[in-house]
């Protein structure tokens, strides 16, 4: 918003606005507000991996930002209250993981191995072509944890000298496309067991595939949560070891 | 419900301090959740009905606590837009990837070990 304009209502939406980006009143708010946006629009498109309500409210909200010349740190002022609960958010994630507990121990083996591969796959080909196109270093760090849920993401990325915020738009990219994606994977492998199924999207594409995998059937969705579970504790502890290992 | 709140975040802050007393390259949170598993395994039974609450209220709307970090790459346009092939084909290739391995191992391991899927575990 330009301080020039010299139309009297301008001005005084400007003070206004001035006045308002001050407190955390209003990124909080508007936080708030593109997210119910977003996910007003997802329901609209009939829960489409495609129309994410993350990556809608990103979208709007860095309009937002540029449109009005606000800087990020402006912003983070007042959205840090929202930032501020993916930590205890993270530590919530044990009671789903122990309400699947039983189905891991009926599975146990198939699971440790599918988990161990999983997480390298996913590790090592985001890494390994991303450095085959020529990525920097950066980059190569933020996608190394690109396949587990935001805010275990984050913190690994943060770990191993990534940028956290890089890492969380392209977790959100990762949960999109394997939530797109997988269902044509899985067919053209004729892979027909749900267990399978639904620990292959939650593994690959975490909070947003598990989404997915409820919505297509019960048993696939049990295993992707614990799949998005079991996959951010390996990741956490392999991803640092194996980027030593890798890129030193 | 506030005791459970409060001990969410005293298992975080464990975790907190432990990854930078020991060095850990893991985050603190992770540390929270395995510490906050480990005490309902030792528990057993179900999980206590407000520690239920105080936690769906956390994940079910899990994705908007993304936004604010998500907003930050509008710190890292350039980079974003010098290295889109590498970020758009790693994301697309990994994907197909991971999904593949995790579950043809996943269905190859369940059948070599006799843990074949049931019937309602089986599509069509």
New interface residues.
């Given amino acids: 918003m330009n301080a020039e304009q010299t139309a009297p209502l301008a001005e005084e939406l400007y003070r206004v606005w001035v006045y308002l980006s001050a407190s955390p009143l209003l990124f909080l708010t508007l936080t708030l507000t593109a997210y119910v946006i977003g996910d007003a629009v997802y329901r609209r498109a009939g829960l489409s991996p495609w129309a994410n309500p993350v990556l809608i409210a990103v979208l709007l909200l860095v309009g937002l930002l540029l449109a009005t010349g606000t800087s990020y740190a402006d912003y983070f002022e007042g959205a840090q209250f929202v930032h501020f609960l993916l930590g205890p958010a993270t530590v919530a994630l044990a009671v789903p993981l122990y309400r699947n507990v039983r189905a891991l121990r009926r599975a146990l083996l198939p699971l440790a191995v599918a988990l161990l591969g999983g997480t390298l796959t996913a590790v090592g080909s985001a890494v390994g072509i991303a450095w085959a196109l020529g990525a920097t270093r950066e980059t190569l760090l933020s996608l190394a944890p690109k396949s587990v849920t935001t805010p275990i993401a984050m913190g690994i990325s943060e770990a191993i000298g990534g940028l956290p915020s890089l890492t969380a738009v392209l977790v959100i990219l990762t949960g999109i496309l394997g939530a797109v994606l997988a269902t044509a994977t899985l067919n053209l492998l004729r892979i027909t067991d749900w267990r399978a199924r639904g620990f292959a999207i939650g593994l690959a594409a975490h909070g947003i595939g598990t989404a997915r995998a409820l919505s297509l059937n019960e048993v696939a969705g049990a295993f992707a949560s614990l799949a998005m579970g079991l996959n951010g504790l390996a990741t956490a502890i392999l991803v640092p070891v194996l980027i030593r290992l890798l890129i030193g | 419900m506030l005791f459970f ?1 409060t001990l ?2 005293v ?2 802050l464990i ?1 907190e301090v432990a990854v930078r007393l020991v060095g850990l ?6 540390i ?6 480990g005490g ?2 030792i528990r057993g039974g179900e ?1 206590p009905e407000a ?2 609450q ?3 209220g ?2 079910d709307n ?15 346009l350039g ?2 837009r010098d ?1 889109w ?3 758009v ?19 190859l ?2 059948r070599l ?1 006799g ?3 049931s019937a ?5």
């Fill in positions: 709140l969410l975040l298992c975080q975790g390259p893991i985050p603190g949170p992770v929270g959740l395995v510490l906050l598993f309902l395994l999980p520690l239920s105080v936690t769906s956390l994940l899990l994705a908007l606590l993304f936004v604010p970090a998500g907003v930050g790459v509008m710190l890292h980079l974003v290295e092939l590498p970020i084909g790693a994301l697309i290739g990994s994907a197909i990837a991971t999904v593949a391995v995790t579950a043809l191992l996943m269905s391991v369940a070990t843990a074949a899927p309602e575990e089986r599509k069509e």
